[in-house]
């Protein structure tokens, strides 16, 4: 399958700031995750993508349409979700779809019935038909994500589409992203700073820092094979007795606040399972085992690795 | 990890709750999307589409506007007269404030609106190319504006014909008015929606669009006035070509009956005047496309 956003040494260089450093970058279809701290690149990403905003050097395709020539085509089948407010508040969420959706070039028909389905599909009821300057952030984010979808695009930009909601209106915000790449069939690239969000409905992860790719792998790839399993007992000294038990059996441990962390893949080649050592031990012991689970690891730990090792270029990773 | 379908069995057949369904059907391409913008925007310029309270200030001043037409109508009616008491293109020069209010107050509905609520944003992303969203929101305002103008000359143009005045005479000044509606809503609407489009408040492009028209216009009649008084008419003739209405006014001079104060003496002068019009309307449009170049590429 052609890949939907495919990026060759795009630069964007606004004089004072490089935001894009010949960035070279495949995105296919999915959810795919576009982390980075503010001012890393990912918005500037978006505006060039949608064909907005000049490059400076290099060029990207988009559905595969050129962005530089073919900018009315992406646009016609793409959807976005900018960060900042963007809803007129004297029109209510219902006339605003329609309306925008007859921008995407939909009949004015057939844009009522798409903004009546998006509007269902992104949970705004009965609101719909109030005007918008009167919603909750969370009520806005919503009409946001309709007029994204009201066209039916292949893909959808969405910038920052969690920004200040609560939490129950951020996993709902969230668990509706998810939908759209996984049951909707439309690509899906959604930026955020906050990396724990992103783990959770992302397929892939793409890592900006200072306008280069940092790191783009499926989001498994960076959660997965840390080999270490937590462990958490209770009873007197605990923690303490439980080491030196484990290590005696030839397991190495190490403290991380309450727990222990143990690493799984020492005792690979030993018959005994480490999961069994583990509860055995706490058994003999006499200590209640609270915990025995895999360590994810989070995103925010490509930062720690891979962020020290591309700041000084010079370090090669093995 | 369990596979999530493993629930169904193999080729068998189940009812999927999909939700979602793909829109198959067709894709207008730029000519119906601009069409589609130009009627929103002529809808919201008079409220409609809008809150309830934003229709109320335009239909007011529409209603007051049509009021000295309706009463001229009304005397016709029961009094008969030979003449209407107000000429075609007069009309426009005597309601002057109320087209400057109407023009400054609703250009922002069109321009400034969608660039305070980021609007213009979600526009962008979208495949008009920003100038011929100029242009479109440029002709939602003209036409709102030439409604404003041309409904009193139909309202004064079938009373004339009620009062069966001559036909052939009524229709070649009302041909005229509405050609000369036509070049001030030109200039009006090239003015006041430039101005809005380099604001993002609307009270300060309300402000801004009547302190041009109005003001600038009182200005103007002000030296057209004293350059009458004191016996140097050339001086009004000059100073009238800096104003939408002056000029107006100028070009009324000089195809109508109706005169203003100092109007444009000698073919080279009321040349100027028909010149400098549409001029302005179109180095204005042309400013509104580069202005919103320029917004999208920010």
Known sequence: MEAVVQTRGLTKDYGSVLALDALDLEIGAGTTGLVGANGA???????????????????????GHEIATEGPAIRAAVGYLPEHDCLPPDVSASDFVVHMAMMSGLPRVAARERAAEVLRHVGL???????????????????????ALAHDPRLVLLDEPTNGLDPAARDEMLGLVQRIGRDFGIAVIVTSHLLGELERVSDHVVVLDGGRLLRASSTDEFLDATGVLLVEVLGDDAQARMAQALNRSGVATVARGTMLTVDATARASDQVDVHDLIRDTASDLGLGLVRLQVDHRHIEDVFATDGAGASSPEVSHD | MTDPTSATPEGGSVIHDLGYRPYTGPRLGPAAIA????????????????????????????GINLMPALVIGGVMVFVGLKRLPIGYAQYAS?????????????????FSRDLR??????????????????LARWSSLLGATLVFLLLPILLLYAVALLGELDVTDQTRDAAIAVGLALLLALALTGVAGLVASWSTRRGFAVVATIAVLLIGNGIVTAIQGISQEEGHPRAGEVAGLFSPYSLYRGLMSTWTDTHGPTPPTGTAMQAAYLVVLVALSVACVAALVWRYRRVATA
């Open chain 1, 125 to 147: 009821a009965e609101e719909r038909y109030r005007p918008m300057g009167g919603y909750s952030t969370g009520m806005k984010q919503k009409a946001k994500l309709a007029q």
């Open chain 2, 117 to 134: 609520h980021g609007t213009i944003s979600l526009y962008l992303a979208r495949p008009l190319p920003s100038s011929t969203y100029a």
């Open chain 2, 35 to 62: 069409r589609a913008l130009v009627v929103t925007g002529f809808r919201n310029a008079f409220g409609l589409g809008r809150s309830g309270k934003s229709k109320v200030l335009p239909f007011v001043l529409l």
């Open chain 1, 41 to 63: 690149g990912k918005s500037t990403l978006l505006k060039i993508l949608l064909g907005l905003v000049p490059a400076t050097r290099g060029g990207a395709r988009v559905l």
């Open chain 2, 94 to 110: 005597t309601t002057q404030v109320l087209l400057g209010i109407f023009v400054a107050s609703q250009a922002p509905v069109l």
